[in-house]
């Protein structure tokens, strides 16, 4: 069974500081890697998409890169602003199959 | 432009009472998956339906069934609510091939 791991848990970091989040999985034979963002109370909101064959992807201040051959994956935030604050999540689709594995989040607060 | 509709958004059980989650999606997707949120657990999926027709367990089914009324619907029933049910539902569906998951809102549900 795939594992997903977020550490850590929570973060806590000035508005403007530039951060990294970890994701990691213990099986590499992945067909594509999914992060999330989730606001108290609400859904999930798919930020980025990462297929098994590609190293990164960017939108606006998100930065994603997976390195499958060590099972892990980082989403990068550039000058992080307040609104940022929520859980993140990053969700592993195996290789085989419709299955998706979810880690536990890291809950983000972006101080003003 | 819907995306992936929930009801109820909240539900409050008795034990033993019976209850079915709707979910509906409007972007012709072929796979539907129903999750359970709980602190600390992360997601953890209930049961899927790869495409219209089929169903299939996943990680956490006892307790639930499933119907995959046509492409558009699927329903999560509870046939004798117990508190440890007491969770967050997400309802999501993707397109087959190598895109991602798109979650509803969720349904907040606690069994007394």
């Known amino acids: 069974k795939q594992e997903v791991t977020q550490i850590p848990a929570a973060l806590s970091v000035p508005e403007g500081e530039n951060l990294v989040l970890n994701c990691s999985f213990t099986?590499?034979?992945?067909?594509?890697l999914q992060w999330f963002r989730q606001d108290p109370g609400k859904g999930l909101t798919s930020l980025l998409l990462?297929?098994?064959?590609?190293r990164e992807q960017t939108s606006g201040r998100l930065n994603a890169s997976l390195d499958k051959s060590s099972g892990r994956s980082t989403l990068y935030i550039a000058a992080s602003q307040p609104g940022d604050s929520a859980t993140y999540l990053c969700?592993?689709?195996?290789?085989?199959?419709?299955?998706?594995?979810f880690g536990t989040g890291t809950s983000l607060t972006v101080i003003p | 432009n819907a995306g992936v509709t929930q009801t109820p958004k909240f539900q409050v059980l008795k034990t033993g009472q019976s209850m079915t989650l709707q979910c509906a999606q409007d972007?012709?997707?072929?796979?539907m998956y129903w999750y359970r949120q709980d602190p600390g657990m992360g997601l953890r999926l209930i049961y899927y339906?790869?495409?219209?027709?089929?169903?299939d367990k996943g990680e956490v089914p006892n307790g639930y069934n499933v119907s995959r009324l046509n492409k558009r619907e699927f329903s999560l029933r509870l046939e004798s609510a117990a508190p440890s049910q007491t969770s967050v539902y997400f309802c999501?569906?993707?397109?087959?091939?190598?895109?991602?998951?798109?979650f509803g809102s969720g349904t907040q549900l606690s069994v007394l």
């Open positions: 339906s790869a495409s219209e027709g089929t169903t």
């Open positions: 099986d590499s034979a992945i067909y594509n």
């Open positions: 972007m012709n997707h072929n796979s």
């Open positions: 999501a569906s993707k397109l087959s091939g190598g895109v991602g998951l798109f």
């Open positions: 969700a592993v689709r195996r290789d085989t199959g419709n299955q998706f594995y």
């Open positions: 990462i297929q098994s064959s590609q």
